[in-house]
């Protein structure tokens, strides 16, 4: 069965550094996109970021362009979302999510097949 489990959210102020990981199992996910969205309190899940199959292309939402960067470590069957200069509008419950092909181009979460139950981030300004 397969499980992906979301870590290293938290309470941080803006402008600090906070770094997510995703943990799967149950299948490799090497050859697979991956992704990061999140969930703000009253609003829909929205894309964030995500890396194709093979780590070579990657994919962000403009709100976080030049300040999140996403990254895999497919030895640990995992995938990073690096993120900087945080700001109160960044505060939801982030989720990680995985394809089923390689292809990451696409922000559309009906495209996505494999999905973790979430992590809090909150940024206090």
């Known amino acids: 069965q397969v499980q992906m489990v979301e870590s290293g959210g938290g309470l941080v102020p803006a402008g600090s550094s906070l770094r997510l990981s995703c943990a799967a199992s149950?299948?490799?996910?090497?050859?697979?996109?991956m992704g990061w969205f999140r969930q703000a309190p009253g609003k829909e899940r929205e894309f964030v970021a995500s890396?194709?199959?093979?780590?070579?292309?990657?994919y962000y939402a403009n709100s976080v362009k030049g300040r999140f960067t996403i990254s895999r470590d497919d030895s640990k069957n995992a995938v990073y979302l690096q993120m900087n200069d945080p700001k109160p509008e960044d505060t939801a419950l982030y989720y990680c999510?995985?394809?089923?092909?390689?292809?990451?181009?696409?922000?559309?979460?009906?495209?996505?097949?494999?999905w973790g139950q979430g992590t809090q981030v909150t940024v206090s300004s």
């Open positions: 890396i194709s199959g093979g780590g070579d292309r990657t």
């Open positions: 999510a995985a394809r089923k092909g390689p292809s990451a181009g696409t922000g559309s979460i009906t495209a996505y097949d494999y």
């Open positions: 149950g299948r490799t996910f090497s050859g697979n996109a």
